[in-house]
């Protein structure tokens, strides 16, 4: 029996949503950020910004779950029609300014590596204006259905890509394990948290989710599996460039897939590595187009967001162009990630005390 749609997502729709937004971040240039404080324990630091943020997601969930809202009727619930409206377009500049900038290290990477011949602004209007436009457009059900249905082919790529790799692996390159030390990786780690921030943003979709029970499952699950992605990947890379190397290499995931082969007759087997990733790539920016339209709607107190898709998208596409290389991006980039990350940590305490301050007047 064929059921009627909804609107709303499960457990496996909201789950690859997540992975395909923070698990892909193993493939970007976010190993080099880590790479750059963690050094050759680099892999660590995934592992300690889960654990970090994990406090404050744990604190989100108990208020989502007590006043059954998402996060944007939250902040207003919570502290008011003005300061919620400040909060929420504080988070959207957040989650547009990573759209434009991360659009923009995207596209570097395809014509660095793969079309050095083609034009950005062309690059740039495929990715963010047709293919995550048209797919942020048909809504965030489509948007889940569209990631649960790429989600095994992705998985099936990144084991492939392995054991296609394995024989070029040396674990002495992972000592000494600590690198610069315990103390050092998780001081870095906290700065990193944004990592995995957007778990906190997601929030604002709690309506679009079925029900609690679905929305902290998947929550969870995405959360575990994008860590284990990102960790092992940054271990692979460590232990088949080596440190201090890897620093130097701008898009390790890109040169990895070059060093894959099957055999000695079938070598070239980046392009099918670089299909997948451009098409997860999609989803990726349709996915952050769509929270963007959301939040800034929310913020305004607007009662219709998805016209505002086509606008952003136009627009992201337009700031992304205004980055003249790759340094500018990977800098801008960077402020946007250890700033950020603050934000996601103490937002959740905050609502928190003003929930328990507000419980406390009331009785």
């Known amino acids: 029996m064929i059921k009627t749609a909804d609107g709303k997502i499960g457990t496996r729709e909201f789950f690859s949503i997540i992975i395909l937004d923070i698990g892909i971040k193993a493939t970007d240039t976010t190993p080099n950020f880590l790479f750059t404080d963690g050094k050759n324990a680099a892999w660590m630091m995934p592992i300690f910004s889960f654990v970090i943020i994990l406090i404050p997601f744990l604190l989100l969930l108990s208020l989502l779950k007590k006043h059954e809202k998402g996060l944007m009727e939250l902040l207003f619930n919570l502290t008011g029609k003005y300061i919620g409206g400040i909060i929420g377009f504080g988070l959207f500049l957040i989650v547009f300014s990573g759209t434009f900038i991360n659009s923009r290290s995207y596209i570097d990477i395809v014509n660095v590596m793969f079309y050095p011949k083609a034009p950005v602004l062309l690059l740039l209007f495929l990715l963010l204006g047709v293919a995550s436009f048209l797919v942020a457009k048909r809504g965030f059900e489509a948007i889940g259905r569209t990631a649960w249905f790429l989600i095994p082919t992705i998985h099936i790529m990144l084991i ?160 992304g162009l205004h980055e003249e290389n790759i340094f500018q991006v990977t800098t801008l980039r960077e402020i946007l990630f250890i700033s950020s990350s603050w934000i996601f940590i103490l937002l959740p305490f905050f609502l928190w005390t003003v929930d328990r301050w507000k419980g406390r007047v009331k009785e």
């Open 160 to 319: 492939l890509l392995i054991i296609l790799s394995w024989k070029e692996l040396d674990w002495v390159r992972l000592f000494p394990i600590a690198g610069p030390g315990v103390t050092h990786i998780m001081k870095k780690s906290i700065t990193h948290s944004s990592l995995y921030g957007d778990i906190i943003l997601f929030a604002v979709f709690f309506s679009f989710i079925r029900n609690y029970k679905s929305f902290r499952l998947a929550s969870f699950l995405g959360l575990g599996f994008s860590c284990a992605i990102i960790a092992v990947f940054l271990a692979i890379y460590t232990m088949v460039f080596d440190y201090p190397e890897i620093i130097n290499m701008a898009y390790p995931y890109q040169q990895l897939t070059r060093i894959a082969s099957l055999g000695e007759i079938i070598t070239h087997v980046e392009a099918i590595f670089l299909g997948i990733w451009v098409i997860s790539a999609a989803i990726h920016f349709a996915i952050t187009l769509y929270l963007s339209a959301y939040l800034f709607a929310g913020a305004l107190q607007l009662t219709e967001f998805e016209p505002l898709i086509l606008p952003f998208a136009g627009l992201a596409l337009l700031l």
